[in-house]
Protein backbone atom coordinates (compact mmCIF):
# COMPACT_ATOMS: atom_id res chain seq x y z
CA UNK A 1 0.00 0.00 0.00
CA UNK A 2 2.93 2.17 0.63
CA UNK A 3 3.15 3.05 -3.37
CA UNK A 4 -0.46 4.45 -3.25
CA UNK A 5 -0.78 8.08 -4.07
CA UNK A 6 -1.68 10.03 -1.18
CA UNK A 7 -4.90 12.02 -0.70
CA UNK A 8 -2.79 14.77 -0.07
CA UNK A 9 -1.49 14.44 -3.10
CA UNK A 10 -4.94 13.98 -4.78
CA UNK A 11 -6.05 17.14 -3.15
CA UNK A 12 -3.06 19.08 -4.20
CA UNK A 13 -4.00 18.24 -8.15
CA UNK A 14 -7.93 18.68 -7.55
CA UNK A 15 -6.81 22.07 -6.19
CA UNK A 16 -4.70 22.71 -9.00
CA UNK A 17 -7.72 21.58 -11.44
CA UNK A 18 -9.44 24.09 -9.82
CA UNK A 19 -7.75 27.03 -9.74
CA UNK A 20 -6.08 26.24 -13.24
CA UNK A 21 -2.85 28.28 -12.05
CA UNK A 22 -0.05 27.03 -9.61
CA UNK A 23 0.67 29.85 -7.60
CA UNK A 24 -3.40 30.54 -6.43
CA UNK A 25 -3.97 26.23 -5.87
CA UNK A 26 0.00 26.49 -3.45
CA UNK A 27 -2.24 29.28 -2.18
CA UNK A 28 -5.37 27.55 -1.34
CA UNK A 29 -3.10 24.56 -0.05
CA UNK A 30 -1.04 26.92 2.25
CA UNK A 31 1.71 25.09 0.58
CA UNK A 32 5.04 26.55 -1.62
CA UNK A 33 4.41 26.99 -5.06
CA UNK A 34 7.37 24.75 -5.64
CA UNK A 35 6.49 22.03 -3.06
CA UNK A 36 2.80 22.10 -5.44
CA UNK A 37 4.99 21.54 -8.74
CA UNK A 38 6.82 18.55 -6.72
CA UNK A 39 3.74 16.95 -5.42
CA UNK A 40 1.64 17.08 -8.30
CA UNK A 41 5.72 15.57 -10.52
CA UNK A 42 4.94 12.96 -8.02
CA UNK A 43 1.54 12.15 -8.54
CA UNK A 44 2.42 12.22 -12.06
CA UNK A 45 5.34 9.19 -11.94
CA UNK A 46 3.09 7.38 -10.23
CA UNK A 47 0.36 7.38 -12.37
CA UNK A 48 2.92 7.02 -15.36
CA UNK A 49 0.51 10.27 -17.28
CA UNK A 50 0.78 13.36 -17.98
CA UNK A 51 -2.30 15.42 -15.83
CA UNK A 52 -1.55 19.13 -17.08
CA UNK A 53 0.11 20.82 -20.05
CA UNK A 54 1.70 23.53 -18.13
CA UNK A 55 0.96 27.36 -20.38
CA UNK A 56 2.06 30.70 -19.48
CA UNK A 57 -1.52 32.06 -18.73
CA UNK A 58 -3.22 28.93 -17.22
CA UNK A 59 -2.75 25.04 -16.83
CA UNK A 60 -4.94 22.51 -18.37
CA UNK A 61 -5.88 19.41 -17.97
CA UNK A 62 -5.02 16.59 -20.20
CA UNK A 63 -7.39 13.49 -21.16
CA UNK A 64 -5.77 11.63 -18.54
CA UNK A 65 -5.77 14.77 -16.02
CA UNK A 66 -9.94 15.15 -16.54
CA UNK A 67 -10.22 11.38 -15.73
CA UNK A 68 -7.84 11.43 -13.04
CA UNK A 69 -9.96 14.14 -11.40
CA UNK A 70 -13.02 12.56 -11.80
CA UNK A 71 -11.54 9.51 -9.76
CA UNK A 72 -9.76 11.90 -7.30
CA UNK A 73 -12.78 14.27 -6.37
CA UNK A 74 -14.98 10.22 -5.76
CA UNK A 75 -12.01 9.70 -3.32
CA UNK A 76 -11.91 12.61 -1.77
CA UNK A 77 -15.33 12.36 -1.28
CA UNK A 78 -15.41 8.96 0.50
CA UNK A 79 -12.51 10.12 2.08
CA UNK A 80 -14.47 12.90 3.86
CA UNK A 81 -17.69 11.33 4.25
CA UNK A 82 -15.78 8.56 6.38
CA UNK A 83 -14.71 11.42 8.82
CA UNK A 84 -17.91 13.19 8.89
CA UNK A 85 -20.04 9.66 9.81
CA UNK A 86 -17.71 9.36 12.66
CA UNK A 87 -17.62 12.47 13.30
CA UNK A 88 -21.87 13.18 13.71
CA UNK A 89 -21.89 10.61 16.02
CA UNK A 90 -20.34 12.05 18.78
CA UNK A 91 -19.79 10.28 21.73
CA UNK A 92 -22.43 7.55 20.13
CA UNK A 93 -22.03 4.34 18.91
CA UNK A 94 -21.63 3.71 15.49
CA UNK A 95 -20.63 0.82 13.21
CA UNK A 96 -21.75 -2.76 12.90
CA UNK A 97 -22.12 -4.91 15.85
CA UNK A 98 -23.09 -8.57 15.42
CA UNK A 99 -25.02 -9.73 18.87
CA UNK A 100 -25.45 -13.45 19.34
CA UNK A 101 -29.17 -14.11 21.54
CA UNK A 102 -30.41 -16.80 23.51
CA UNK A 103 -34.23 -18.19 21.94
CA UNK A 104 -34.98 -17.43 25.58
CA UNK A 105 -34.37 -14.04 25.90
CA UNK A 106 -33.92 -12.25 22.76
CA UNK A 107 -37.42 -12.38 21.27
CA UNK A 108 -38.59 -11.05 25.10
CA UNK A 109 -36.12 -8.27 25.97
CA UNK A 110 -34.04 -6.88 23.05
CA UNK A 111 -36.99 -5.00 20.86
CA UNK A 112 -36.69 -2.86 23.55
CA UNK A 113 -33.05 -2.59 24.09
CA UNK A 114 -32.97 -2.78 19.76
CA UNK A 115 -35.66 0.87 20.12
CA UNK A 116 -33.58 2.60 22.56
CA UNK A 117 -30.54 1.72 21.06
CA UNK A 118 -31.91 2.82 17.33
CA UNK A 119 -33.18 6.19 19.26
CA UNK A 120 -29.51 7.11 21.10
CA UNK A 121 -26.99 5.84 18.50
CA UNK A 122 -28.61 5.78 15.01
CA UNK A 123 -25.61 4.81 13.43
CA UNK A 124 -24.70 1.50 15.29
CA UNK A 125 -25.97 -1.16 12.97
CA UNK A 126 -26.78 -4.35 14.89
CA UNK A 127 -26.84 -7.80 13.75
CA UNK A 128 -28.81 -10.33 15.43
CA UNK A 129 -28.73 -13.96 15.35
CA UNK A 130 -30.49 -15.91 17.57
CA UNK A 131 -29.62 -19.78 18.93
CA UNK A 132 -28.99 -21.88 21.89
CA UNK A 133 -26.58 -20.97 23.95
CA UNK A 134 -24.17 -23.63 23.58
CA UNK A 135 -23.84 -22.76 20.19
CA UNK A 136 -24.11 -19.07 20.49
CA UNK A 137 -20.64 -19.59 22.40
CA UNK A 138 -18.85 -21.78 20.35
CA UNK A 139 -19.27 -19.18 17.45
CA UNK A 140 -18.34 -16.30 19.64
CA UNK A 141 -14.92 -18.03 20.20
CA UNK A 142 -14.88 -18.28 16.31
CA UNK A 143 -15.19 -14.46 16.04
CA UNK A 144 -18.57 -15.25 14.02
CA UNK A 145 -20.23 -13.02 16.65
CA UNK A 146 -19.06 -10.36 18.58
CA UNK A 147 -20.96 -10.17 21.94
CA UNK A 148 -23.71 -12.68 23.00
CA UNK A 149 -26.80 -12.34 25.32
CA UNK A 150 -26.97 -15.73 27.55
CA UNK A 151 -27.87 -17.31 30.60
CA UNK A 152 -24.87 -17.64 32.71
CA UNK A 153 -23.08 -19.41 33.49
CA UNK A 154 -21.30 -20.19 29.69
CA UNK A 155 -18.68 -22.93 30.52
CA UNK A 156 -14.84 -22.14 30.26
CA UNK A 157 -12.89 -20.23 27.52
CA UNK A 158 -11.58 -17.15 27.33
CA UNK A 159 -14.28 -15.13 28.29
CA UNK A 160 -15.14 -11.99 30.04
CA UNK A 161 -18.81 -11.71 31.58
CA UNK A 162 -20.99 -8.28 31.62
CA UNK A 163 -23.27 -9.42 34.30
CA UNK A 164 -26.45 -7.73 33.45
CA UNK A 165 -29.53 -8.81 35.66
CA UNK A 166 -31.18 -11.83 37.45
CA UNK A 167 -34.58 -13.11 36.30
CA UNK A 168 -37.20 -15.20 38.21
CA UNK A 169 -38.24 -18.26 37.47
CA UNK A 170 -42.05 -18.87 37.42
CA UNK A 171 -44.08 -21.88 37.90
CA UNK A 172 -46.71 -22.36 35.09
CA UNK A 173 -49.30 -24.84 35.33
CA UNK A 174 -52.22 -26.40 32.59
CA UNK A 175 -55.63 -24.50 33.80
CA UNK A 176 -56.84 -27.81 35.26
CA UNK A 177 -53.77 -28.56 37.50
CA UNK A 178 -55.19 -28.81 41.05
CA UNK A 179 -52.49 -25.87 41.95
CA UNK A 180 -54.58 -23.28 40.49
CA UNK A 181 -57.32 -23.40 43.17
CA UNK A 182 -55.06 -23.83 46.03
CA UNK A 183 -54.57 -20.90 48.14
CA UNK A 184 -50.60 -21.59 48.75
CA UNK A 185 -48.07 -23.74 46.89
CA UNK A 186 -44.70 -24.70 48.57
CA UNK A 187 -41.55 -26.24 47.14
CA UNK A 188 -42.46 -29.08 49.07
CA UNK A 189 -45.60 -29.27 47.36
CA UNK A 190 -43.79 -29.96 43.70
CA UNK A 191 -42.33 -33.54 45.62
CA UNK A 192 -43.15 -36.42 43.07
CA UNK A 193 -44.37 -34.13 40.21
CA UNK A 194 -43.12 -34.36 36.77
CA UNK A 195 -41.48 -31.02 35.43
CA UNK A 196 -40.97 -30.50 31.72
CA UNK A 197 -37.60 -28.59 30.46
CA UNK A 198 -35.14 -27.77 27.60
CA UNK A 199 -33.26 -29.96 26.27
CA UNK A 200 -29.80 -29.62 26.26
CA UNK A 201 -26.99 -27.00 25.91
CA UNK A 202 -29.30 -24.84 27.91
CA UNK A 203 -28.37 -23.90 31.17
CA UNK A 204 -32.16 -23.26 32.16
CA UNK A 205 -32.14 -27.11 31.82
CA UNK A 206 -29.26 -27.72 34.39
CA UNK A 207 -30.87 -25.25 36.51
CA UNK A 208 -34.32 -27.03 36.08
CA UNK A 209 -32.40 -30.24 36.99
CA UNK A 210 -31.47 -28.76 40.18
CA UNK A 211 -34.45 -27.47 40.91
CA UNK A 212 -36.23 -31.25 40.84
CA UNK A 213 -33.14 -32.58 43.09
CA UNK A 214 -33.99 -29.93 45.61
CA UNK A 215 -38.13 -30.61 45.99
CA UNK A 216 -38.09 -33.84 44.76
CA UNK A 217 -39.62 -33.68 41.48
CA UNK A 218 -38.83 -35.84 38.66
CA UNK A 219 -38.18 -34.18 35.21
CA UNK A 220 -39.52 -35.67 32.17
CA UNK A 221 -37.53 -38.22 30.53
CA UNK A 222 -39.46 -38.64 26.98
CA UNK A 223 -39.47 -35.07 25.98
CA UNK A 224 -36.91 -32.26 25.84
CA UNK A 225 -38.59 -29.10 24.58
CA UNK A 226 -36.98 -26.77 21.67
CA UNK A 227 -38.58 -23.88 22.65
CA UNK A 228 -40.25 -21.81 25.61
CA UNK A 229 -43.73 -22.15 23.52
CA UNK A 230 -43.25 -25.63 23.11
CA UNK A 231 -43.06 -26.19 26.92
CA UNK A 232 -45.98 -24.08 27.25
CA UNK A 233 -48.01 -25.92 25.13
CA UNK A 234 -47.43 -29.38 26.74
CA UNK A 235 -47.75 -27.61 30.46
CA UNK A 236 -51.51 -26.85 28.92
CA UNK A 237 -51.55 -30.51 28.02
CA UNK A 238 -50.74 -31.30 31.39
CA UNK A 239 -47.82 -33.42 30.36
CA UNK A 240 -45.77 -31.88 33.21
CA UNK A 241 -45.15 -28.15 35.04
CA UNK A 242 -42.54 -25.38 33.91
CA UNK A 243 -40.48 -23.00 35.18
CA UNK A 244 -40.11 -20.34 33.00
CA UNK A 245 -38.47 -17.18 32.45
CA UNK A 246 -40.11 -13.93 34.13
CA UNK A 247 -39.44 -12.17 30.57
CA UNK A 248 -41.26 -15.09 28.28
CA UNK A 249 -44.32 -15.28 31.04
CA UNK A 250 -44.64 -11.41 30.94
CA UNK A 251 -44.71 -11.32 27.05
CA UNK A 252 -46.74 -14.34 26.09
CA UNK A 253 -48.79 -15.23 29.11
CA UNK A 254 -51.96 -13.44 29.97
CA UNK A 255 -54.42 -13.39 32.99
CA UNK A 256 -57.61 -15.54 31.71
CA UNK A 257 -55.48 -17.49 29.23
CA UNK A 258 -57.00 -21.00 28.51
CA UNK A 259 -54.34 -23.52 28.57
CA UNK A 260 -51.78 -22.37 31.68
CA UNK A 261 -51.68 -20.49 34.66
CA UNK A 262 -49.09 -18.35 36.11
CA UNK A 263 -48.62 -20.04 39.96
CA UNK A 264 -46.90 -17.91 42.67
CA UNK A 265 -44.71 -20.71 44.98
CA UNK A 266 -44.63 -19.54 48.63
CA UNK A 267 -40.74 -20.30 48.67
CA UNK A 268 -37.56 -18.21 46.90
CA UNK A 269 -38.72 -18.20 43.37
CA UNK A 270 -35.47 -19.75 41.55
CA UNK A 271 -32.95 -16.87 39.70
CA UNK A 272 -31.02 -16.83 36.36
CA UNK A 273 -28.03 -15.13 35.62
CA UNK A 274 -28.45 -12.98 32.49
CA UNK A 275 -25.03 -11.61 31.10
CA UNK A 276 -23.51 -9.87 27.67
CA UNK A 277 -19.71 -12.55 26.79
CA UNK A 278 -17.08 -11.04 24.85
CA UNK A 279 -14.32 -12.53 23.81
CA UNK A 280 -11.35 -11.60 26.82
CA UNK A 281 -8.87 -8.92 24.70
CA UNK A 282 -11.40 -8.12 22.36
CA UNK A 283 -11.05 -4.77 20.67
CA UNK A 284 -14.25 -2.51 21.83
CA UNK A 285 -14.81 -3.58 25.26
CA UNK A 286 -15.68 -0.54 26.09
CA UNK A 287 -18.70 0.04 23.69
CA UNK A 288 -19.95 -3.21 25.09
CA UNK A 289 -19.49 -2.23 28.70
CA UNK A 290 -22.27 0.60 27.37
CA UNK A 291 -23.99 -1.99 25.84
CA UNK A 292 -24.77 -3.48 28.72
CA UNK A 293 -25.11 -0.36 30.56
CA UNK A 294 -28.36 0.67 27.83
CA UNK A 295 -29.54 -2.74 28.61
CA UNK A 296 -29.95 -2.66 32.22
CA UNK A 297 -31.60 0.81 31.78
CA UNK A 298 -33.73 -0.84 30.04
CA UNK A 299 -34.51 -3.68 32.32
CA UNK A 300 -35.20 -1.05 35.44
CA UNK A 301 -37.12 1.27 33.26
CA UNK A 302 -39.13 -1.52 31.01
CA UNK A 303 -38.82 -4.14 33.87
CA UNK A 304 -38.29 -2.88 37.20
CA UNK A 305 -40.97 -5.05 39.00
CA UNK A 306 -39.45 -8.23 37.44
CA UNK A 307 -35.62 -8.40 37.37
CA UNK A 308 -32.72 -7.54 39.97
CA UNK A 309 -29.72 -5.52 38.59
CA UNK A 310 -26.54 -6.79 39.38
CA UNK A 311 -23.40 -4.62 39.00
CA UNK A 312 -20.14 -6.50 38.58
CA UNK A 313 -18.29 -7.29 35.92
CA UNK A 314 -15.51 -10.34 35.54
CA UNK A 315 -13.94 -12.90 33.79
CA UNK A 316 -16.04 -16.48 33.81
CA UNK A 317 -14.26 -19.28 35.33
CA UNK A 318 -14.79 -22.23 33.86
CA UNK A 319 -17.75 -22.66 36.48
CA UNK A 320 -20.02 -19.96 38.12
CA UNK A 321 -19.30 -19.86 41.37
CA UNK A 322 -22.57 -17.53 41.40
CA UNK A 323 -24.77 -19.67 39.97
CA UNK A 324 -28.27 -19.67 40.75
CA UNK A 325 -29.34 -22.12 43.19
CA UNK A 326 -33.24 -22.26 43.94
Given at each position: ?135 LI ?83 GD ?43 ER ?59
Open positions: MHDLPSLKQIGYFLALAETGNFRQAADKCGISQPSMSVQLSNLEKRLKVKLVERGRAKVVLTPAGREAEARGRVLIDAARNLVDWFDARGDGLGGAIRLGASTTLGPYLLPHVIARLHAEHPHLNLFVEEAPPRTEDLAQGRHDIVLAQLPVGAGDFTVLRLFREPLELVVARDHPFVTRARVTGADLAGLTVLALGPGYPLRQQVEEICTEVGARLRYQGTSLDALRLMAGMGMGIAFLPALYVRSEIREGDLDVQVVRLPRPLRSVGLVTRSGTEGSEVYARIASLIQAVARSVFGGTLILMESVEDTPPRDPEHDAP
